[in-house]
Protein backbone atom coordinates (compact mmCIF):
# COMPACT_ATOMS: atom_id res chain seq x y z
CA UNK A 1 0.00 0.00 0.00
CA UNK A 2 1.60 3.55 -1.35
CA UNK A 3 2.16 6.14 1.17
CA UNK A 4 -0.03 9.44 0.72
CA UNK A 5 2.13 11.63 -0.94
CA UNK A 6 0.51 14.84 1.09
CA UNK A 7 2.63 16.66 3.19
CA UNK A 8 1.78 18.31 6.43
CA UNK A 9 2.79 21.85 6.16
CA UNK A 10 2.21 23.09 9.47
CA UNK A 11 -0.35 23.08 12.48
CA UNK A 12 -3.31 24.34 12.37
CA UNK A 13 -3.26 27.33 15.54
CA UNK A 14 -6.16 27.49 17.91
CA UNK A 15 -8.20 30.55 17.62
CA UNK A 16 -9.22 32.13 21.37
CA UNK A 17 -13.50 32.29 20.77
CA UNK A 18 -13.05 35.17 23.57
CA UNK A 19 -10.63 37.10 21.74
CA UNK A 20 -12.68 38.21 19.04
CA UNK A 21 -15.52 39.16 21.56
CA UNK A 22 -13.07 41.26 23.51
CA UNK A 23 -12.17 43.31 20.49
CA UNK A 24 -15.04 43.84 19.95
CA UNK A 25 -16.02 45.42 23.45
CA UNK A 26 -13.39 47.38 23.34
CA UNK A 27 -13.76 48.77 20.18
CA UNK A 28 -17.72 49.74 21.18
CA UNK A 29 -16.31 50.75 24.28
CA UNK A 30 -13.86 53.29 22.87
CA UNK A 31 -16.28 54.65 20.60
CA UNK A 32 -18.81 55.28 23.15
CA UNK A 33 -16.15 56.91 25.70
CA UNK A 34 -15.56 58.58 22.29
CA UNK A 35 -19.26 59.82 21.74
CA UNK A 36 -19.42 60.99 25.26
CA UNK A 37 -16.46 63.10 25.01
CA UNK A 38 -17.84 64.70 22.06
CA UNK A 39 -21.10 65.52 23.08
CA UNK A 40 -19.40 66.94 26.26
CA UNK A 41 -17.45 69.36 23.83
CA UNK A 42 -20.56 69.68 21.87
CA UNK A 43 -21.77 71.41 25.27
CA UNK A 44 -19.17 73.49 26.10
CA UNK A 45 -19.21 75.51 22.51
CA UNK A 46 -22.55 75.97 23.29
CA UNK A 47 -21.78 78.26 26.28
CA UNK A 48 -18.56 79.26 25.79
CA UNK A 49 -17.55 82.47 24.17
CA UNK A 50 -15.91 82.19 20.06
CA UNK A 51 -13.44 84.40 20.72
CA UNK A 52 -11.89 83.55 23.88
CA UNK A 53 -12.58 79.58 23.87
CA UNK A 54 -13.25 79.61 27.57
CA UNK A 55 -16.85 79.23 29.06
CA UNK A 56 -17.30 83.02 30.70
CA UNK A 57 -19.65 84.80 33.46
CA UNK A 58 -22.25 85.13 30.31
CA UNK A 59 -21.53 81.86 29.45
CA UNK A 60 -22.17 80.45 33.57
CA UNK A 61 -24.80 82.75 33.52
CA UNK A 62 -26.84 80.74 30.57
CA UNK A 63 -25.55 77.72 31.26
CA UNK A 64 -27.23 78.15 35.19
CA UNK A 65 -30.68 79.30 33.27
CA UNK A 66 -30.75 75.97 31.31
CA UNK A 67 -30.14 73.89 34.64
CA UNK A 68 -32.31 75.70 36.69
CA UNK A 69 -30.06 76.80 39.09
CA UNK A 70 -29.29 80.20 40.64
CA UNK A 71 -25.68 80.89 39.56
CA UNK A 72 -25.11 81.91 43.22
CA UNK A 73 -26.22 78.45 44.26
CA UNK A 74 -23.37 76.08 46.10
CA UNK A 75 -23.85 73.75 43.53
CA UNK A 76 -22.07 75.74 40.86
CA UNK A 77 -19.26 76.34 43.18
CA UNK A 78 -19.34 72.22 43.65
CA UNK A 79 -19.40 71.96 40.01
CA UNK A 80 -16.40 74.05 39.49
CA UNK A 81 -14.48 72.18 42.76
CA UNK A 82 -15.31 69.18 40.68
CA UNK A 83 -13.91 70.65 37.59
CA UNK A 84 -10.83 71.70 39.64
CA UNK A 85 -11.07 75.14 37.54
CA UNK A 86 -8.89 77.64 38.64
CA UNK A 87 -10.15 81.02 37.39
CA UNK A 88 -13.83 81.93 38.97
CA UNK A 89 -16.35 83.08 36.77
CA UNK A 90 -14.27 81.16 33.86
CA UNK A 91 -14.48 77.58 32.43
CA UNK A 92 -11.88 76.02 30.34
CA UNK A 93 -12.61 73.27 27.99
CA UNK A 94 -10.12 70.95 30.22
CA UNK A 95 -11.43 71.77 33.23
CA UNK A 96 -15.42 70.80 31.61
CA UNK A 97 -14.41 67.92 30.91
CA UNK A 98 -13.06 66.58 33.40
CA UNK A 99 -15.67 67.72 35.88
CA UNK A 100 -18.41 66.00 33.25
CA UNK A 101 -16.89 63.03 32.41
CA UNK A 102 -16.46 62.38 36.40
CA UNK A 103 -19.71 62.66 36.67
CA UNK A 104 -20.84 60.37 33.64
CA UNK A 105 -23.13 63.79 32.16
CA UNK A 106 -23.12 64.71 28.84
CA UNK A 107 -26.40 66.73 28.71
CA UNK A 108 -28.27 69.04 30.69
CA UNK A 109 -30.57 66.85 32.04
CA UNK A 110 -28.03 64.20 32.85
CA UNK A 111 -26.18 66.85 35.05
CA UNK A 112 -29.62 67.99 36.69
CA UNK A 113 -29.53 64.56 37.65
CA UNK A 114 -25.87 64.43 38.85
CA UNK A 115 -26.12 67.39 41.37
CA UNK A 116 -27.70 65.80 44.10
CA UNK A 117 -24.89 62.68 44.00
CA UNK A 118 -22.30 65.65 43.85
CA UNK A 119 -24.02 67.04 46.89
CA UNK A 120 -23.47 63.63 48.74
CA UNK A 121 -19.87 63.37 47.73
CA UNK A 122 -19.00 67.03 48.90
CA UNK A 123 -20.32 66.30 51.94
CA UNK A 124 -17.85 63.59 52.72
CA UNK A 125 -15.91 65.23 55.36
CA UNK A 126 -12.22 64.61 53.71
CA UNK A 127 -14.36 66.19 50.65
CA UNK A 128 -16.17 68.95 52.39
CA UNK A 129 -12.45 70.09 53.95
CA UNK A 130 -11.21 70.01 50.46
CA UNK A 131 -14.15 71.96 49.17
CA UNK A 132 -13.85 74.51 51.53
CA UNK A 133 -9.99 75.25 50.99
CA UNK A 134 -10.91 75.40 47.31
CA UNK A 135 -13.67 77.41 47.87
CA UNK A 136 -11.05 80.40 49.55
CA UNK A 137 -8.22 79.71 46.79
CA UNK A 138 -11.28 80.02 43.95
CA UNK A 139 -12.00 83.97 45.36
CA UNK A 140 -8.47 84.42 45.07
CA UNK A 141 -8.86 86.89 41.27
CA UNK A 142 -5.54 88.23 41.50
CA UNK A 143 -2.24 87.75 41.20
CA UNK A 144 -0.46 87.11 44.42
CA UNK A 145 -4.02 88.06 46.23
CA UNK A 146 -3.65 85.79 49.80
CA UNK A 147 -7.06 87.31 51.34
CA UNK A 148 -10.30 87.94 50.66
CA UNK A 149 -12.25 91.26 51.87
CA UNK A 150 -14.70 90.91 55.32
CA UNK A 151 -17.53 91.34 53.07
CA UNK A 152 -16.74 88.21 50.38
CA UNK A 153 -15.72 86.25 53.48
CA UNK A 154 -19.18 86.80 54.99
CA UNK A 155 -21.15 85.85 51.70
CA UNK A 156 -18.95 82.78 51.29
CA UNK A 157 -18.75 81.70 54.56
CA UNK A 158 -22.97 81.63 54.52
CA UNK A 159 -22.48 79.91 51.02
CA UNK A 160 -20.41 77.12 51.83
CA UNK A 161 -20.44 76.60 55.60
CA UNK A 162 -23.99 77.63 56.06
CA UNK A 163 -25.99 74.49 55.87
CA UNK A 164 -24.04 72.64 58.01
CA UNK A 165 -23.55 74.84 60.55
CA UNK A 166 -26.00 78.03 60.26
CA UNK A 167 -25.83 78.90 63.92
CA UNK A 168 -22.11 78.98 64.24
CA UNK A 169 -22.25 81.08 60.51
CA UNK A 170 -24.56 83.89 61.88
CA UNK A 171 -22.70 84.43 64.54
CA UNK A 172 -19.67 84.56 63.01
CA UNK A 173 -20.90 86.56 60.21
CA UNK A 174 -22.50 88.88 62.40
CA UNK A 175 -19.68 89.64 64.15
CA UNK A 176 -17.03 89.94 61.31
CA UNK A 177 -19.83 92.38 60.09
CA UNK A 178 -19.05 94.09 63.78
CA UNK A 179 -15.71 94.10 64.41
CA UNK A 180 -13.21 96.57 63.29
CA UNK A 181 -9.89 94.94 63.93
CA UNK A 182 -10.22 93.10 60.36
CA UNK A 183 -10.61 94.07 57.13
CA UNK A 184 -9.53 91.13 55.12
CA UNK A 185 -9.26 86.95 55.80
CA UNK A 186 -6.28 84.84 55.39
CA UNK A 187 -6.28 80.98 54.96
CA UNK A 188 -5.44 80.29 57.95
CA UNK A 189 -8.07 82.23 59.32
CA UNK A 190 -10.52 81.05 57.11
CA UNK A 191 -9.39 77.22 57.59
CA UNK A 192 -9.64 77.91 61.42
CA UNK A 193 -13.70 78.69 61.33
CA UNK A 194 -14.25 75.21 59.76
CA UNK A 195 -12.04 73.52 62.46
CA UNK A 196 -14.01 75.65 65.24
CA UNK A 197 -17.49 74.76 63.71
CA UNK A 198 -16.14 71.08 63.90
CA UNK A 199 -14.41 70.99 67.34
CA UNK A 200 -16.04 74.22 69.84
CA UNK A 201 -19.62 73.06 71.48
CA UNK A 202 -21.99 75.51 70.57
CA UNK A 203 -23.48 77.84 71.60
CA UNK A 204 -22.06 76.96 75.16
CA UNK A 205 -18.38 77.29 73.80
CA UNK A 206 -17.36 75.66 76.92
CA UNK A 207 -14.70 73.35 75.57
CA UNK A 208 -13.20 76.41 73.91
CA UNK A 209 -9.36 76.99 75.19
CA UNK A 210 -7.89 80.44 74.53
CA UNK A 211 -4.60 79.00 75.15
CA UNK A 212 -4.38 76.35 72.17
CA UNK A 213 -3.59 77.18 68.38
CA UNK A 214 -6.23 79.38 67.78
CA UNK A 215 -5.67 82.67 65.69
CA UNK A 216 -6.42 86.02 67.32
CA UNK A 217 -9.57 86.85 65.22
CA UNK A 218 -11.20 83.61 66.85
CA UNK A 219 -9.87 84.36 70.25
CA UNK A 220 -12.17 87.69 70.12
CA UNK A 221 -14.82 85.91 68.03
CA UNK A 222 -15.73 83.62 71.52
CA UNK A 223 -14.61 86.86 73.64
CA UNK A 224 -17.63 88.81 71.93
CA UNK A 225 -20.36 85.78 72.00
CA UNK A 226 -19.28 85.32 75.94
CA UNK A 227 -19.72 89.07 76.51
CA UNK A 228 -22.92 89.39 74.72
CA UNK A 229 -24.05 86.01 77.21
CA UNK A 230 -23.48 87.93 79.90
Known amino acids: MRRSSTRKTGSAVPVNPSSGSSDTYRSASSKAVSKEVERIDNLFYAYADASSGLIDPEGIESFCSDLEVDYTDVRILMLAWKMKAEKQGYFTLEEWRRGLKA???????????SLSELEKEVARPTNFSDFYSYS???CLTEDKQKCIDIESACELLDLVLGFQFRPQVDK???????????????????TSFLRFCNEINFPSLDN??????????LDNFVEWIREKQS
Open 103 to 113: LHADTISKLKK
Open 136 to 138: FRY
Open 172 to 190: LVEYLKHQRDYKVINMDQW
Open 208 to 217: YDAELAWPLI
